[in-house]
């Protein structure tokens, strides 16, 4: 008998390339049947963020089942880029980005962040609807309905969702706020456990409702 489709949801990269790869091939991840959803925070802070966009970049094209979740830092990113706000970048750990597209840059002069990693960047989600989840990159407004969400909130919040017991129609699956373990409460999950400060990535796989996790 065929083993059912599983959905992996992977807590926030920070660059970590090296981290990633072991957590894919740890989840044994099938293209072709299992859902496969990146919760944002792929840049900044850590050695490869460049080489996290390009590799997250190529697993989003081998598969319809990818979704790909706009954080605060490719937010961030893109701002920087279009020229709105260059201080947020550099206060967030934005010169690790940076150095990591310099390294392969082709000339000098070249555009430095590749078309099609921007593309990419832009096409972001920043959020998806599961039967009995929401997953967001920060988190969600209390009171306020998934449609209503600001970008602000579902990219930035914290202590009004995380202490929060409201509960929204669906249970909500997050990263953004790093914590030593995954966050179970019995109205979110919160999946960033502080890869780039040398703790873990971890990936939620449901329905089986079991933490696959890679050590730094």
């Not at 790869?21 to 990146?38: G, S, T, V």
């Not at 490869?48 to 990818?66: A, F, K, P, W």
């Not at 989600?125 to 989840?133: A, P, R």
Request: net charge negative; with cysteine.
């Amino acid at each position: 008998m065929m083993e059912k489709e599983k959905i992996f949801i992977v807590g926030d990269v920070h660059g970590c390339l090296e981290m990633l790869e072991r957590l894919m091939d740890k989840i044994k991840w099938r293209p072709d049947r299992d859902r496969l959803i990146f919760l944002g925070d792929y840049v900044d802070r850590g050695k490869d963020s460049r080489g996290v966009i390009e590799y997250v970049r190529q697993i989003s094209g081998m598969s319809d089942l990818v979704d790909c979740l706009l954080g605060n830092h490719e937010r961030i990113l893109l701002d920087f880029v279009e020229g709105k706000d260059v201080t947020t970048f550099f206060l967030n750990g934005g010169t690790s980005t940076l150095n990591s597209y310099r390294v392969s840059q082709q000339q000098p002069g070249d555009s430095l962040i590749p078309e099609n990693h921007l593309t990419f960047l832009r096409s972001l989600k920043t959020s998806v609807e599961l039967d009995d989840y929401y997953v967001v990159h920060a988190g969600l407004r209390p009171g306020v309905q998934l449609e209503d969400q600001k970008q602000e909130d579902l990219l930035w919040i914290r202590e009004p969702f995380i202490f929060s017991n409201h509960r929204f129609k669906k249970k909500v699956i997050f990263g953004h706020t790093p914590f030593s373990q995954p966050l179970v409460m019995d109205n979110k999950i919160g999946l960033d456990t502080g890869a780039v400060y040398g703790n873990k990535l971890t990936c939620l796989e449901l329905p089986a409702f079991k933490f696959h996790v890679v050590e730094a």
